[in-house]
């Protein structure tokens, strides 16, 4: 059973930034593509960013690119998700996920990752 586990978040300003990791807890990581997702309160969960299994692909969602920087280290079984300039919409839940069927690119739907991360809380304040 994969385990993955998030860190990171916190409470900051907007302008700020923060950047989340999370640890996979099984050396297969580094064939999986990977997803960082997030959830504001009385939302649904949302697609932010994927990232292929060696690295080389990268997407993001059209209100983080410029922002937001997805990244991995297969040595140490993590996937990086740097926050900058942040804004209170970016207040949210944030979780990441591994997608092990689509691993040249990642999915943005929910329905292609297998297991996810218990969640990190980010609250941007105006």
């Known amino acids: 059973q994969v385990q993955l586990v998030e860190s990171g978040g916190g409470l900051v300003q907007a302008g700020d930034s923060l950047r989340l990791s999370c640890l996979c807890s099984?050396?297969?990581?580094?064939?999986?593509?990977m997803g960082w997702f997030r959830q504001a309160p009385g939302k649904q969960r949302d697609f932010v960013a994927a990232?292929?299994?060696?690295?080389?692909?990268?997407d993001y969602v059209d209100s983080v690119k410029g922002r937001f920087t997805i990244s991995r280290d297969n040595l140490k079984n993590t996937v990086y998700l740097q926050m900058n300039s942040l804004k209170p919409d970016d207040t949210a839940v944030y979780y990441c996920?591994?997608?092990?069927?689509?691993?040249?690119?990642?999915?943005?739907?929910?329905?292609?990752?297998?297991?996810w991360g218990q969640g990190t809380q980010v609250i941007v304040s105006s």
């Open positions: 996920a591994s997608d092990s069927r689509t691993p040249e690119t990642g999915s943005r739907s929910i329905m292609g990752y297998d297991f």
């Open positions: 099984e050396p297969t990581f580094r064939s999986y593509a």
């Open positions: 990232i292929s299994w060696s690295g080389d692909n990268t």
